[in-house]
Structure formats: C-alpha cells, structure tokens
C-alpha cells in the first residue's frame, strides 16, 4: 500500500489534532440532557437540552459506534432546525454529551 496515498482527513468525523492538543477541532463535549427510547437493541434520541435550549431531532442522518476499552459509545448525527449536531451515548457512564456542531 502507498503510504503517500493516506488521507487523515477522508472522513469528516476523524481530524489529527490541532495545535491545542484537541482531537477534533470545534469539539464541544459538553454534557446535555436526552429524551430517547430504545427499541430492538437500537437507541433513538428524540431531543436534547444544552445551555437550557431544548432541542427537538427532526433527523437521525447517521449513526455509528466505537468501543474504547470496556465503553461502547453511540455516536449520532441530528438535524436539529436546519442545523447538523453530532451527540453521543456512552453506555459505560451513561452520559450523553454533544460532541460538536457540524456545518
């Protein structure tokens, strides 16, 4: 394989990081509030509180997980009013925290 042929931006959920130490720039990792239900082994957030806002997901767009160690975390990108957000679920605290906002 062509080692010149990598490109660490190919996926828009995966950046190097920045000069700041952050993995993702625009990372926001902050702890919000979720209404979900689970059916069938699947999560679906329904809305989501941050900064006292109350968020209703018109869209689930996409949705993925990743495991980091003994935590699998649910990952999803919301429409929110016209506006891309991406949240997840960590199964391990079961914290729900908004990662960032996508353009």
């Known amino acids: 394989m062509n080692q010149n042929s990598f490109n660490p931006k190919a996926r828009w959920d995966r950046f190097e990081p920045d000069k700041t130490g952050s993995p993702q720039p625009g990372a926001l990792n902050e702890r919000i509030d979720v209404l979900a239900f689970f059916k069938s082994s699947r ?5 989501f509180t941050w900064n006292n806002i ?5 869209t689930i767009t996409y ?9 699998l975390v649910n ?6 009013a016209g506006q891309m957000y991406q949240i997840s679920f960590d199964n391990s605290s079961f914290r729900w925290q908004i990662d960032k906002i996508l353009d």
């Open 43 to 47: 999560i679906f957030p329904k809305s």
């Open 54 to 58: 109350e968020y209703q997901v018109e």
């Open 63 to 71: 949705n993925w997980q990743e495991r980091f160690g003994q935590a």
């Open 75 to 80: 990952y999803f990108s919301v429409r929110c």
